[in-house]
């Protein structure tokens, strides 16, 4: 089975944008859980750089879901 739904035989574009976008903030919550484990055993500079990488990938799928909008999608 392809990771993506098609309409017509074509891969949807809508669908794609927003896989993605799922992705992203699937990501961004794991990010945020590593985060948070690695400041519960003390280890704050790991914990804060992971803590980062779930506001940028937050960030990230704000911006997907911004270009998806003003293109017309989603």
Same mark, same amino acid.
């Given at each position: =089975?392809?990771? $993506? !739904?098609? %309409? #017509?035989?074509? /891969? @949807?574009?809508?669908?794609?944008? =927003?896989?993605?976008?799922?992705?992203?903030?699937? +990501? @961004? !919550? +794991?990010?945020?859980? /590593? @985060? *948070?484990?690695? %400041? *519960?055993?003390?280890?704050? /500079?790991?914990? !804060? #750089? $992971?803590?980062?990488? #779930?506001?940028?990938?937050?960030?990230?799928? %704000?911006?997907?879901?911004? $270009?998806?909008?003003?293109? #017309? *999608?989603?």
């Amino acid at each position: =089975m392809l990771p $993506f !739904e098609t %309409k #017509g035989g074509y /891969v @949807s574009e809508d669908d794609a944008i =927003m896989q993605l976008i799922e992705k992203l903030r699937e +990501a @961004s !919550e +794991a990010a945020y859980r /590593v @985060s *948070h484990i690695n %400041k *519960h055993y003390n280890n704050t /500079v790991r914990g !804060e #750089g $992971f803590r980062t990488m #779930g506001q940028n990938l937050e960030q990230m799928a %704000k911006i997907a879901l911004t $270009f998806a909008t003003k293109a #017309g *999608h989603a």
